[in-house]
C-alpha cells in the first residue's frame, strides 16, 4: 500500500513563505513522478505542479508559476514544495499525490491525507 503523508502546512500572512514535503511510506518516491495539488472550499482539486520520475523536469499551472519551486530529494525520499510570495489565494489544503508520469490531463492514482496552507493578516 503507497501511503504520502504530507507536512509543513500552516497559518502565514501575505508575503511570506512556506515549504511544504511530502514523505512515503513503504515505497520510494523516486520511482514515481510526484504532484503537488490543493483544493480550496468549493472549489475542485487542481495539480498546481509536478515532478517527473525521469529527468526531473517540472510543470508548474499559471497561478503559481514564479513563486513555488517543487524539488526532489532521493536521498531523503521526499518531495517538496517551496511556496513564496503566497496570497490569500494560496489558501487551500495541499495534497501530495504519485503516479507513472507528470501530467495535467489525467487522474493521479496515490494520494496523501493533505496539510492545510492559510494565508492571512
Known amino acids: 500500500q503507497l501511503q504520502l503523508v504530507e507536512s509543513g502546512g500552516g497559518l502565514v500572512q501575505p508575503g511570506e513563505s512556506l515549504r511544504l514535503s511530502c514523505t512515503a511510506s513503504?515505497?520510494?518516491?523516486?520511482?514515481?513522478?510526484i504532484g503537488w495539488f490543493r483544493q480550496a472550499p468549493g472549489k475542485e482539486r487542481d495539480l498546481i505542479s509536478c515532478?517527473?520520475?525521469?529527468?526531473?523536469?517540472?510543470k508548474y499551472a499559471n497561478s503559481v508559476k514564479g513563486r513555488f519551486t517543487i524539488s526532489r530529494d532521493n536521498a531523503k525520499n521526499t518531495v517538496d514544495l517551496q511556496m513564496s510570495s503566497l496570497k490569500p489565494e494560496d489558501t487551500a489544503v495541499y495534497f501530495c499525490?504519485?503516479?507513472?508520469?507528470?501530467?495535467?490531463?489525467?487522474?493521479?492514482?496515490?494520494w496523501g491525507q493533505g496539510t492545510q496552507v492559510t494565508v492571512s493578516s
Open positions: 513503504g515505497f520510494t518516491l523516486g520511482n514515481y513522478a
Open positions: 515532478i517527473s520520475k525521469t529527468d526531473n523536469s517540472t
Open positions: 499525490a504519485a503516479d507513472e508520469i507528470c501530467t495535467f490531463y489525467r487522474p493521479w492514482g496515490y
